[in-house]
T-cell receptor, first 117, second 106 residues
Framework: EVQLLESGGGLVQPGGSLRLSCAAS????????MSWVRQAPGKGLEWVST??????????ADSVKGRFTISRDNSKYTLSVHMNSLRAEDTAIYYC?????FGSGSWGQGTLVTVSS | DIQLTQSPSFLSASVGDRVTITCRAS??????LAWYQQKPGKAPKLLIY???TLQSGVPSRFSGSGSGTEFTLTISSLQPEDFATYYC?????????FGQGTKLEI
């Protein structure tokens, strides 16, 4: 059974940093690109970032480019995102998800990030 | 960037109804479109990928069609558990984008 378990969310002040992690199990991790998708309270889904299966290719939404860094450790089946210069508008539930060519078939339960003073 | 526009944004329906949700892309995306269902407090669930392929385990009352710029998600006979919010998602090019969502209510 595929499992994705996010951790690292919490309350952080504007301008602060946070690192989210996603522990994966139940599938061959390197077979999939992995993504972070977020959802602000009461809002829709917003794609944040994707990393290729080998970890060498990354993509970012313009809203986070230069502030967020996605990475993966294939030996530990772990996906991460390091978030710097956090803003109030980054407040959201952050989901990690597998990304195939045609969609995201597996999602974690999400971790809440709140940016507030 | 490719914009996805879903219609309607809200849909009121009854158990047993047939409903259709449309997703229009601002430029052609071939069949690189997925549909998700999301219930309150839960992660999205993949229903349809490659525009028309039913994800394993998803009931056959769900179907998808379209290619290029216009896509539809159809639920042939609504069940109580289908009341949720539905999103389309394009994976043709980065940045990946989602539609704004369609909330299906009783």
């Amino acid at each position: 059974e595929v499992q994705l378990l996010e951790s690292g969310g919490g309350l952080v002040q504007p301008g602060g940093s946070l690192r989210l992690s996603c522990a994966a199990s139940g599938f061959t991790f390197t077979d999939y690109a992995m993504s972070w998708v977020r959802q602000a309270p009461g809002k829709g889904l917003e794609w944040v970032s994707t990393v290729s299966g080998g970890g060498d290719i990354t993509y970012y939404a313009d809203s986070v480019k230069g502030r967020f860094t996605i990475s993966r450790d294939n030996s530990k089946y772990t996906l991460s995102v390091h978030m710097n210069s956090l803003r109030a508008e980054d407040t959201a539930i952050y989901y990690c998800a597998t990304q195939g060519v045609f969609g995201s078939g597996s999602w974690g339960q999400g971790t809440l990030v709140t940016v507030s003073s | 960037d490719i914009q996805l526009t879903q219609s309607p944004s809200f849909l009121s329906a009854s158990v047993g109804d047939r409903v259709t949700i449309t997703c229009r892309a601002s430029q052609g995306i071939s069949s690189y479109l997925a549909w998700y269902q999301q219930k309150p407090g839960k992660a999205p669930k993949l229903l349809i990928y490659a525009a028309s392929t039913l994800q394993s385990g998803v009931p056959s009352r769900f179907s998808g069609s379209g290619s290029g710029t216009e896509f539809t998600l159809t639920i042939s006979s609504l069940q109580p558990e289908d009341f949720a919010t539905y999103y389309c998602d394009q994976l043709n090019s980065y940045p990946r984008t989602f539609g704004q969502g369609t909330k299906l209510e009783i």
